[in-house]
Structures are given as structure tokens and as C-alpha cells.
């Protein structure tokens, strides 16, 4: 619409570990105190202690949005 | 008075009238062409200034817009002060006044006249505000940590831009308005959606900075944090630290900005004093940074060239070139394409998605451009908020 107003969209912020000892890697919603190559968690998998590093925090924007961002 | 019929007679003459079929004063037509005739000289008269109205009336509403947005970076940045002096000193002062004079401060730039020595003179201009800005942040929040103090200072960065916007925005506007000018107005209305965006970026960006999360722009540092990762780590200039390590028969000297602290470094410092004082031989520099992309170019395209790949002021970017050039070091850059508002805002999932293809990249520029023996020297330009090592 012409003079529909701009829907303001805010992303969805993730985190993504990697057990360093599996190699199992999981997404979950960002939390606070998360950073980029924070080590010292355990694995929901393998069970090693101090084994999973957060290796990626991003947000994932609506399909929608990407599409117009193209 | 004004004799009307013979001014009808005049126009019936004029539109080919007087074979007694011509304008008459009861046709609505006849009207309709007489009030066409006349808004021609209304608005040659008056269309600017109704244009000026127009414009006015828009860039009104644009800078209501901006107000609002300086209003809650302000509030954002009082209260997150607020939380972290009670945090630190269980003490609860209030920050407003503090934090207002932030946002008034001001920098200005050495004298261009005689170019000569002015990077020095800039890079002392620079350091001096550093200092006196992380001072002052001490002192409004002591016994804070220095994570938290970078935080504040890039919150108080954004806060301080979206007020410059704003009130340099108003400035013209008001000086539009007094003087009708249409040059200073049209001018205005041109440039305001993409001051709005940049507006819009920074408000979204003091979200990022207030969690500590990686923006668009860490993506350097976060690929040489990844190679940094369990390594011993040195000091190589304030803020700034570098690790060794071997790949393929090749010395390997990584340096990023020390994480996950919301700062870019100083790798200009870090690269002269490894390079030129402590005399490191380095064989060749790669250099990783976020850089704008053009519109239509995709976000978290990975590209290479040759250049050091640094923005800010140009300090760095000089110590660098200066250092390379006396030693004959080759630059190499791999750059990861964003946009203004992606590089300041939380890193979105394309450009982490660049990560794998960066350090392939990277990996493959080592092996094609050096040989065994030679020392590579790979940094990771960025605000490495969010991002350890």
C-alpha cells in the first residue's frame, strides 16, 4: 500500500555452539552474557565438560524481509 | 469600474469569435476557460512558494522523527549508565547531566593549511579524545569493568551521532524556513531518507552495543579470533593483542582488538611496533575488513584485492600503508560486503555465513601468494564487540 506505514522488523538474535569434541553444533536464542568464542560449557551430546564454544551470534531476519533486501 | 462585456468581446475576438457563435456569458465553458487562463499567473506567482510549503511540512515530520529517536538513545544511554554505576558501586546517582555533556562534545580537526605531519597530528588530536572520553566514563561509572566501559562509550558514540544528525538537520531547516530559501530546502528533502537511515541504524545499533552482541562490522575479528582461538595471546598495542602460529612451513602473526570489548584497536600502532620497532619479518599482510556494498551487490559477499582494508579517520589505515612501504610488505584484503546499517547493527546470519568462505580465502591467498619459511601477518580489522579470541 501507498501510504501503509513502515513495519518496523526486528531480527531474531541466535547463538550457535560447537562442541569442540563431538562436533555437534546447536542453535539457541541468544542469551545474555553470550559471546563469540566463549568456551567453558558442557555438551548436551557427548556430555564433555568444557568442551562446547559459542561460535557464532547473528540475527536471522523474517524471509519476508530478506526477500526485499535483494 | 471595470467595463466586463468588452472584456468578454475581447476574448470572444480571441478565440476566433464574432460570426455571432462565439463565447458566451452564460456558458459555464466560457468560465471554466477564463479561471484555466487565470491560475496560470496564480501559479507562476506563487507555486514555489506553495512547493516550499509543501517540503516544509515534510521535512517537519522527518525531524519529529529524529527528535524522537535522539530522545530515546539519550534515555537508553542514562539508563543503561544508571544500571552500570549500580552495578559497580551499589550507588544510584543520576547520570543525565554526564551524559548530556557527552553528547555536545566535540572534536576539532588539526589545520589542513601545511599537510605536512598532519596524520601525527590528527592520530594525537584522536588519542587525546580517546583518553579524555574513557576518563570521563570512569568517572561516571567507577569501578566499572572495562567491557562495560566500552559499551557505554560506543553507546554514547551512536547517542552523540543521532544528536549531530538532528540538530545539524534542524539547523537547516530552520534557516529553510526563515529564508524560504527553495536551494537550502529541496536540498534537504533530498538527502532526508538516507539521513533517516543512517538515523534508523544507529538507533538499532545502540541495541547491539548495549547486549555486547557482534555487529556487521566484527566479521574481521571474528575470523582471526577463530584462528586465535586457545593460543597464547600478547599484547601488541592498547586494545589490541596478536598469537603466533604455524600453517604449512609459514610463521603465522594474527592480530584482532582484544574481545569481547566494544573496540576497533589499534592495529596502525600494533603493526608499527611489531613490524618496524620490534623488527618482526613480515613477508606479507592480510588484512580482513566489512565493506560497504554498492546497491544490488548482496550482503556477505566475499571479495579479494590488494590495499590495506581500514576505514575510520585514516590514521591507521596511514601507519599501515607507511609500514608496509618501508619494508616492502605486500597487502593483500579480503572484504566481507555490508551495508552502512548491516556493518553498525547485530550481525545478520548472511554475513556470519561468511565466516567458512573468508578463511578459505584467507588460506588460499597464504599458499598462492607465500612460500615455506615466510611470515604472514593477518589482521582482523573491526569492532570486536561480542567477539573473544
Redesign the interface.
Known sequence: MLFRKKKEIVPETYTEETCQSCNEITKRSYEEGDYVYRSGLQCKKCASANAVVITAIYGEYPEEDKRAKV | MLDFSSALSQLNGLFGGGGGEGLDPSSAWMWVSIISIAIIPFFMIYAQKLQSRVIIGEISKSLVKLKTMRENARKEAIDYVKIAITRSSSKSIDPAVGVDRFLEYFTIMPVDLDPSGLVRKLDHIMRTRDDRVRTEIKKLCSGAEDKEISKIENILEAATALNLIYKVVRHYYLMGKRTTSMFILVQLQMVMPLLIEEAEALQKAIGAFK????IGD?IGP?VV??MM?GKEKKLAARETVYSEEEYKGRKIYLLKAE??SGTVGRPGEAITRLVGDMGINIDIVIMIDAALKLEGE??GDVAEGIGAAIGGIGVEKYQIEDVTARFNIPIYAVIVKQSVQDAI?????E??DA?GRVTDTIYSVIEDRSSEGQSIMIIGVGNTI????
Open positions: 547486549h555486547g552482541q557482534p566484527s571474528m579470533g577463530k582461538f574481545g569481547p548482496k550482503t547493527t547485530i550481525m545478520r546470519k554475513i556470519a565466516f561480542g567477539v573473544g579470541q
